[in-house]
């Protein structure tokens, strides 16, 4: 049965003290609910509503404290094993294990905690957002206030360059513009009107008479009563959608957990036949109680957190040379289990930067990309068009000192910024043409005639030209004729479809088009004329050319999401943007699939989302919960989702993504807070880099684990082997711990330490209820286990009888350490060991001569062998613990090559053998 929820925005409701769906509501009447006037509010009862409604602050939640935080530690399955053989350890008197045992449960915590410890900051981050004063009429006079002061019912003074301080209604509209980017992820500043829009269920970016906290006006002069403020705005939705966001479990730590299960489950069996067979031979119950917790110091890796630790922060290290700063450990290697990427358009996948693309002159299309610049910017009748535009432009664009782009000066409207840059590039100097060509007059854009016109001089002191740029639609009926490079003819029929054509095509690929016209008048005829008389003079003008501006997809990605999908992981778009540009951008960068609507997402049920999310490659038109639904249905697919965005309105869904990426450059604060990792560059490719190292991470945990859990099953089937043969307890409790830290941890973390192997890229992600130990590996590990404990026995026995008990015990020890020396080797290698590979991980060596030496010393070492419970031993007795351990690797040398002759195809990269 499908299961339903209720999707309505938290704004189509009236929030405390507002209106319902205020942009579909009159002026007057909203004013009239609100209680307010155009004099605004009194003072007095400004100050009533700010104790009703409270301060205009977003509402926070306390973090976890540290104590809590080193508590949680000990939650594990594995941990909660070991605490309790330090417990019984301790009731028996054995203090020394007691100690050391909990010593390592403490070290373990604080790697965890350090690990873990990364405080909860996105509120914070989008509280110091917020403006910090406003400016309001109260009483029919003007004040700054401080922001937080501000209630339903104030009237806001808006200018080009202010911070929205709440979301607000708007009275009075003078040219108005706001960039939304932030919070809608369209990339057009968006023109504001005092009309209401027609439909009450308008997505967010088409409520064009409100204005939003936390957006900035661009241009104009705007005044609204503010309708919500604190956690009732749309700022303060999203501030409850991150702390509803669930904080998912990475897949290793669910692999790892059930790891724990698993061996606490071998544990426990194991400890009970020891148990019952000791009861059954008459053994002292301390001794078994001793022995048992042997057993569980045998089947538990005391250093596998220490291990998995020091591996995510090498790859962290790894990564952060690509440009991704990972902010917590796992986040690697979550990264290398992606199976989507779902992305923000805005910023992301392109360069969040209006930019010039295409110049269309005389019916010809001449497109504008890094390669061309120079030459398409080189013919005069380019050039005249941009000068042209630039004439009726305010913009100033200063380029950096490398051309690049970076360091560039821009300051104006972002569409005219886009033109002035082209035209810079092209090395137009906008202030020198501005100061040579003076500007008489002007007619400012306006979002009901979107055309902006300028009078500047002309080199005959007679003349003047009136530069225009605007909408083609609105233009196109203001033209007489049409520039066609050479000459200028008639604007006619033909020309008005050839030219139609050209603007459909551009806007197909989701460019914004603007017509560049102009017209030489006497000065006479335009001097001393008013607005409405200047506008009537916007007549009868040359079509010089058409501008086709779009957000520009970054260079690098198309070849990312390419390289992504060699990997078997998919790429999603999810935007707030219009569904034309985003299907446009998505063709072009190779996303693939139907482009749907944040309607769409509202109509389906969450298991209809669910079943139909994997065919769609672009969500277009989407609020912040959209994204948090969108990438909880592919969760419910089974699918690693990493998620990247920028703007404030990605934050939520970063948080929610098993991996939350954001724009380390162009991110807001909040969406660098929400996320796991901070892209340094802003390059996608940064991302797919790391999946590679993600990857190998996981293949080196994968190897350590075998390592292991081979030394803990052999530990196991020794202890107990010994118990039903009834031969002499092998280790102390002491020796299992020197066995399973001290020379299981350095082999272990310099397994973690390995090269990516080749082809790491070019398999598909695997599952997300993968395990760590699947059904071939736990059979190898138990072949391993078994040899290890059949040869570590023999030695126990043979050498009972041939010396003592201390000698038996310590050739018995020192052949088991030994034999995970060899299984080292054995489990890094996929082929054969004698080849070029194994010698290529200098740390590895080192580690196995160190525990080598280490080993030497506790045997040999009298306080060494006091500590330990040792015996030394003669260089005869040396020889056959060295030559027990060899015939672990002459048996895995004849297992590959059998494994090998029966299977066509080379074995997986995941080090399966």
Not at 53 to 67: I, Q, V
Not at 173 to 185: F, K
Not at 654 to 670: N, R, S
Request: proline fraction near 4%.
């Amino acid at each position: 049965m499908s299961s339903t929820t209720d999707h309505t925005h938290a704004t189509d409701t009236a929030p405390p003290g507002g209106v319902v769906a205020p942009w579909g509501t009159p002026v007057d009447e909203v004013v009239s609910q609100l209680g307010s006037t155009g004099a605004g509010l009194s003072d007095a009862d400004a100050a009533q509503r700010l104790d009703r409604f409270g301060p205009n602050r977003l509402a926070s939640t306390p973090p976890t404290p540290l104590w809590k935080r080193f508590i949680d530690q000990f939650r594990s399955v594995l941990v909660a094993v070991l605490a309790v053989g330090a417990v019984l350890a301790a009731a028996v008197g054995d203090l020394k294990d007691a100690i050391v045992i909990g010593s390592v449960l403490v070290i373990n915590a604080i790697l965890g905690v350090v690990q873990e410890a990364r405080a909860e900051r996105s509120l914070d981050a989008l509280k110091a957002m917020l403006s910090a004063t406003a400016r309001v009429r109260r009483g029919g006079e003007v004040h700054d206030v401080d922001a937080d002061s501000l209630v339903p019912g104030d009237i806001v003074l808006l200018e080009a360059g202010d911070r929205v301080p709440a979301d607000a209604r708007v009275l009075l509209c003078i040219d108005g513009e706001a960039d939304e980017s932030s919070l809608t992820g369209e990339s057009l500043a968006v023109d504001k009107t005092d009309e209401s829009v027609d439909d009450a269920g308008a997505p967010l970016g088409d409520r064009s008479c409100m204005v939003w906290m936390n957006t900035t006006i661009t241009r104009g002069r705007i005044e609204a009563v503010v309708t919500a403020t604190a956690m009732s705005t749309e700022m303060g939705r999203i501030a409850d959608l991150l702390t509803s966001a669930d904080d998912t479990e990475t897949p290793l730590a669910r692999q790892l957990d059930g790891l724990g299960k698993r061996l606490a489950g071998v544990a426990g069996v194991a400890m009970v036949t020891y148990l019952v067979v000791g009861l059954a031979r008459g053994d002292k119950l301390s001794d078994i109680i001793g022995s048992a917790i042997g057993l569980a110091v045998a089947a538990v890796p005391e250093g596998l957190p220490a291990v998995v630790t020091v591996t995510l922060a090498l790859g962290v290290h790894q990564v952060a040379k690509h440009g991704a700063i990972a902010k917590n450990l796992s986040s690697v290697e979550t990264l290398g289990s992606t199976s989507v990427i779902c992305s923000d358009k805005t910023g992301t996948l392109t360069m969040n930067r209006m930019s010039a693309v295409e110049v269309q002159v005389g019916g010809e299309r001449h497109e504008v990309t890094d390669a061309t610049t120079a030459s398409v910017t080189a013919l005069p009748t380019v050039k005249s068009v941009l000068e042209t535009a630039t004439l009726a432009s305010d913009a100033v664009v200063t380029i950096g000192g490398n051309g690049d782009g970076v360091g560039d000066r821009e300051v104006g409207d972002p569409t005219e910024v886009g033109v002035v840059r082209l035209a810079a590039r092209s090395g137009i100097d906008a202030s020198a043409l501005r100061a040579r060509r003076e500007r008489l007059a002007e007619v400012p854009f306006d979002s009901g005639r979107k055309f902006m016109a300028t009078v500047v001089t002309t080199d005959d002191p007679s003349t003047v030209e009136i530069a225009v740029k605007g909408a083609i639609d609105r233009l196109a009926e203001r033209c007489a004729t049409v520039a066609t490079g050479d000459s200028t003819v008639a604007f006619d029929d033909a020309w008005h479809t050839r030219v139609n054509t050209g603007v459909e095509a551009a806007a197909s690929q989701g460019r914004r088009v603007l017509a560049v016209c102009r017209k030489l008048v006497p000065r006479s005829s335009v001097d001393g004329l008013d607005q409405k008389a200047l506008i009537a003079q916007v007549s009868d003008l040359e079509l010089v050319g058409l501008i086709g501006l779009a957000d520009p997809p970054r260079p690098e990605a198309g070849e990312a999401i390419a390289t992504a999908h060699e990997a078997g992981i998919s790429v999603k778009m999810i935007t707030g943007d219009h569904p034309a540009t985003a299907t446009a951008i998505a063709r072009e960068l190779g996303i693939s699939g139907e482009t749907v609507t944040g309607h769409d997402v509202d109509v389906w049920t969450d298991d209809e989302l669910t079943e139909r999310v994997e065919g769609v490659g672009v969500f277009a038109r989407v609020s912040p919960e959209h994204k948090l639904r969108i990438v909880r249905a592919l969760q419910g697919q089974g699918h690693v989702t990493a998620m990247t965005g920028d703007g404030v309105n990605d934050a939520p869904s970063l948080k929610q993504a098993d991996v939350g990426v954001a724009m380390g450059i162009t991110g807001t604060e909040v969406s660098k807070e929400a996320a796991d990792v901070v892209l340094a560059d802003d390059q996608l490719k940064s991302i797919v880099a790391a999946v590679g190292q993600g990857r190998a991470i996981y293949d080196n945990i994968v190897t350590f684990v075998r390592f292991q859990v081979a030394t803990n099953v052999g530990a196991i089937l020794t202890l107990v082997g010994s118990q039903l043969i009834g031969l002499p307890k092998p280790f102390a409790a002491i020796q299992l711990l020197w066995i399973n830290i001290i020379m299981d941890g350095p082999p272990a973390m310099a397994l973690g330490t390995d090269a990516p192997k080749p082809g790491v890229m070019s398999r598909i992600p695997r599952a997300r209820d993968a395990v760590i130990l699947n059904r071939h590996r736990i059979t190898v590990l138990l072949m391993h286990g078994v040899i290890m404990a059949g040869l570590t026995l023999g030695i126990l026995g043979w050498a009972e009888g041939e010396y003592d008990r201390a000698t038996a015990a310590t050739m018995a020890f020192t052949a088991f350490v030994l034999l995970q020396i060899v299984n080292a080797l054995n489990v890094r290698s996929v082929g054969s060991i004698f080849n070029r590979a194994t010698f290529t991980n200098r740390w590895l060596w080192a580690a196995l001569g160190a525990v080598s030496l280490l080993q030497i010393a506790v045997v040999e070492l009298k306080p060494m062998r006091e500590l330990f419970e040792t015996h030394d031993l003669t260089l005869a007795q040396w020889g056959i613990c060295v030559a027990a351990a060899l015939s672990l690797g002459v048996f895995d040398e004849i297992r590959r090559a059998v494994y090998h002759s029966n299977t066509p195809e080379p074995a997986p990269i995941h080090n399966l053998t």
